[in-house]
């Protein structure tokens, strides 16, 4: 890679993600990190997976044709010439599953003498991506005790299966699962699948919108009846990682009832992620659900607000 200040730098080109490169040299125990608004040139004979601001995705090579244009010379064959600012992802694509993976963890944990209370928390996160088509899941818990009062427990994770269209239009496929002291749910488990598009999606952020229907099988810690639904939604998700090591993700999703009529749930979150040395993050998140029709003797919302630091792979 050439950068703009002409100092140049050689090495196994891994990636670039929400504007950072990460090339490996053999000279340095650790990666470096390059913003892409930087380099100036860049030549490569590894294979990819790229994609554009389009929403178009390749596989191939690439070298640099003039300061603002790349070819992209693609495995099926042929090449193509983009703008720099059109690449807004790529990652080495070998047929090992390590090269296509990620993953996070975060712990939490407090103590205060005074009553005993201890509070404890995990986050995690693992993704896989292909060349067209991704799939994630998280797993989230926090737990709370102390004298003379009733343990706490709130419990959340799922699975999302997303098919690459053209034009940044995706079909997303979810599972999530929720269990949760304070609503006094028991599990609620939530199936939806429907139709989405990235209505931004740069080296600096990107913003999709997506809806469809679910449908939710909930059972509670109560007497009342298990409940069976089914409900709309529409959700909105922002993620801006251009702002230094600070990264911000949030997710807004509303459920409007359809067998259920006048009921309505409403699901947000947001994690900010401030990168540390060593693969090393803080993180500080905040989770609301809230239910206008809660089980008899629930409340209508419940939030968590959850710190933590982990590590990412």
Do not use: C
């Not at 590894?46 to 044709?65: A, K, P, W």
């Not at 009733?150 to 997303?162: I, M, S």
């Not at 807004?252 to 992620?273: C, H, S, V």
């Amino acid at each position: 890679m050439v950068f703009k200040n002409n100092n140049i730098i050689v090495g196994e080109i891994k990636s670039m993600d929400r504007g950072v490169i990460t090339i490996e040299t053999d000279y340095s125990d650790t990666d470096f990190k390059i913003s892409w608004q930087d380099v100036l040139e860049i030549y490569s004979d590894q294979n990819y997976l790229i994609t554009l601001t389009s929403g178009e995705r390749h596989n191939g090579s690439f070298s640099t044709d003039s300061p603002k244009n790349i070819i992209i010379r693609r495995t099926e064959g042929g090449t193509m010439d983009v703008k720099v600012n059109e690449i807004v992802y790529f990652k080495t694509y070998e047929n090992d599953i390590w090269s296509r993976l990620s993953a996070s963890v975060d712990f939490s944990y407090s103590f205060t003498k005074a009553n005993n209370y201890v509070q404890t928390g995990i986050r995690s996160s693992v993704g896989y991506v292909a060349s067209s088509w991704s799939a994630s899941g998280n797993y989230n818990l926090i737990r709370s005790n102390q004298d003379d009062v009733e343990p706490t427990r709130r419990e959340d994770g799922g699975l999302n299966y997303k098919k690459f269209l053209p034009k940044d239009f995706y079909l997303p496929v979810n599972y999530s699962f929720l269990s949760n002291t304070e609503q006094l749910i028991d599990l609620r488990s939530t199936f939806s699948a429907g139709i989405g598009k990235y209505i931004i999606h740069t080296n600096d952020s990107y913003f999709g919108v997506e809806s469809g229907f679910s449908y939710v099988n909930e059972i509670y810690t109560t007497e009342d009846p298990k409940k069976n639904s089914l409900e709309g939604y529409v959700g909105a998700e922002l993620n801006l990682y251009d702002i230094g090591d600070l990264n911000l993700l949030t997710r807004a999703t509303i459920y409007p009832g359809i067998t259920e009529k006048g009921r309505w749930r409403f699901d947000y979150n947001i994690d900010t992620k401030y990168d540390l040395p060593w693969d090393l993050y803080v993180k500080v998140g905040f989770t609301l659900n809230f239910d206008n029709q809660p089980v008899t003797g629930a409340t209508r919302a419940d939030y968590v607000f959850q710190t933590g630091i982990g590590w990412e792979l």
